[in-house]
């Protein structure tokens, strides 16, 4: 224990000043740590769309004998997995259509844990959560939706 910690256990104002630090930690402002989210798990996924294009070859390679994704043919699940990360991510991070543009990287996702990768189940988890919680609580105030849907609201009234 801390001699501040003793301290303010001595005067019984311990419990004050874990409410009042947990206050304010509380007051970090949400649309910030929702820009985060959107440009932590973009850049994820965008890095890998990068890889894709950067050989061709090897990324129809390695979706014939390492990813081995279900029905769909080869060329065409390297064709729609490259396009989704490439596009998807530019599209969070400015947060346009972002709660759209989460749901087939979600679907990536479940894809790569179910048929690829199951072993990485807690990055995936991660990712995972990020999505979902675009999905659910939006892209918050500092994305080109916000100023769509604050635009569209101000021409009603």
Do not use: C
Request: cysteine-free; overall charge positive; aromatic content about 8%.
């Amino acid at each position: 224990m801390t001699p501040m910690t003793a301290a303010y256990r001595e005067t019984g104002q311990l419990r004050p000043l874990a409410a009042r630090i947990l206050d304010e930690l509380g007051r970090f402002p949400l649309p910030l740590l929702q820009l985060m989210f959107r440009v932590a798990v973009a850049a994820v996924f965008f890095k890998s769309g990068l890889t894709k294009i950067a050989s061709w070859e090897l990324t129809l390679q390695l979706f014939q004998e390492e990813y081995a994704v279900p029905l769909l043919p080869v060329p065409i699940a390297a064709t729609l997995a490259t396009t989704a990360e490439l596009s998807m991510p530019v599209l969070l991070v400015l947060g346009l259509g972002a709660r759209l543009a989460a749901l087939p990287l979600l679907g990536m996702t479940l894809v790569i844990q179910l048929f690829v990768y199951p072993e990485n189940w807690a990055e995936h988890l991660m990712w995972a959560s990020l999505l979902l919680f675009i999905v659910t609580r939006g892209p918050g105030l500092l994305s080109v939706d916000h100023l769509v849907r604050r635009t569209l609201l101000d021409r009603r009234t």
